[in-house]
């Protein structure tokens, strides 16, 4: 089992920055990839950004290219997502998702196989 534990939201200023982690422990699989999502109220979860832990690339949705960053550190089994430039549209529910293996797609949520509880983030005008 994999256990994620995501941590770093709060309420930020439209203009500001905030940097999520996301803990991995327990079995964890080199050859997977990592994912953030999120969900705001009333709309369905959307994909962020995710990084393959072999290699480091990374894929982000144009809603936030730009602006967030995700990075690893394998050492630590801990991925982040620094986000910058912060909007009020940003306000939601970011979530880590783990993958066993690369299937080929970042944003696909059904390829991700473990999900942490989620950290709000809030973003005011």
């Known amino acids: 089992q994999v256990q994620l534990v995501e941590s770093g939201g709060g309420l930020v200023q439209a203009g500001g920055s905030l940097r999520l982690s996301c803990a991995a422990s327990?079995?964890?699989?080199?050859?997977?990839?990592m994912g953030w999502f999120r969900q705001a109220p009333g709309k369905e979860r959307e994909f962020v950004a995710g990084i393959r832990w072999i290699g480091g690339s990374t894929y982000y949705a144009d809603s936030v290219k730009g602006r967030f960053t995700i990075s690893r550190d394998n050492a630590k089994n801990t991925v982040y997502l620094q986000m910058n430039s912060l909007k009020p549209e940003d306000t939601a529910v970011y979530y880590c998702?783990?993958?066993?293996?690369?299937?080929?797609?970042?944003?696909?949520?059904?390829?991700?196989?473990?999900w942490g509880q989620g950290t709000q983030v809030t973003v005011s005008s």
């Open positions: 998702a783990a993958a066993r293996y690369y299937t080929g797609s970042f944003s696909n949520d059904r390829s991700y196989d473990y």
């Open positions: 327990g079995r964890t699989f080199s050859s997977g990839t």
